[in-house]
């Protein structure tokens, strides 16, 4: 089944430690974003890639890192320098040019 | 940067009623999206719009793209209890680095049966 993967589904984290979540997608797709999701707000743009190789701050970049070393995978560290970063992170992508993102199952990460 | 101003913030309706959402921008978008996200869940696209004035419907769910491309309102009639969720409306932009979408703060839906 063609599809979007992000894994895993619940996640804890000790304060000041590393974290990546994973996102997997086999759908040839092109670009692939991250978004973060707290009660009573909307998606918030953390990364988002185009193509292989290259990517973008969103608008809550900062905490954060990325890698897009393949198509299919774009997974997220949340450093230590993320203030507060328990939250429900959700992994979308899209075909080049087209205008519909697909999204994940989504991570919640809860920081103890 | 871009902002959705999505209304209303949350509705408790009964079963059978029909609802009504929207959402505004000050910035020209160039296609609309409609999403419902059920609890713990990623959000599930409903109606793509990608011209201004366009109307589609997906089954009792009907979408609107405004003509000046800076809003759009979702209908849902009939509802029934497993419309309960969270909507979200997405408007897209194009960047030098490609499509950006960017959200509202969602519409939640409870329906009472």
């Known amino acids: 089944d063609g599809g979007i993967t992000q894994s895993p589904k619940y996640l804890f984290r000790k304060e000041g430690q590393n974290v990546t979540l994973s996102c997997e997608q086999n759908l040839n797709h092109d670009a692939m974003y991250w978004y973060r999701q707290d009660p009573g707000q909307g998606l918030r743009l953390i990364y988002y890639s185009q193509i292989v190789n290259d990517f973008q701050k969103g608008d809550i970049a900062e905490g954060y890192s990325v890698s897009r070393e393949k198509k299919e995978s774009f997974p997220l560290t949340v450093t230590s320098a993320q203030k507060n970063p328990t939250a429900f992170y959700l992994c979308a992508s899209s075909s080049q040019g087209d205008t519909e993102a697909f999204f994940g199952q989504g991570t919640r990460l809860t920081v103890v | ?113």
């Open chain 2, 1 to 113: 940067g871009q902002q959705l101003n999505q209304s209303p913030q949350s509705m408790f309706i009964q079963e059978g009623e029909d609802v009504s959402m929207n959402c505004t921008s000050s910035s020209i978008f160039n296609t609309w999206l409609w999403y419902k996200q059920d609890p713990g869940e990623g959000p599930v696209l409903l109606i793509a719009l990608y011209k201004a004035g366009e109307l589609t419907s997906n089954g009792r769910l009907t979408a609107q793209f405004g003509i000046t491309r800076k809003d759009s309102f979702l209908n849902i009639s009939a509802s029934i209890p497993s419309d309960v969720g969270i909507y979200f409306c997405a408007g897209q932009l194009l960047y030098e680095y490609g499509n950006k979408l960017v959200f509202g703060a969602g519409t939640i839906l409870r329906v009472k049966s």
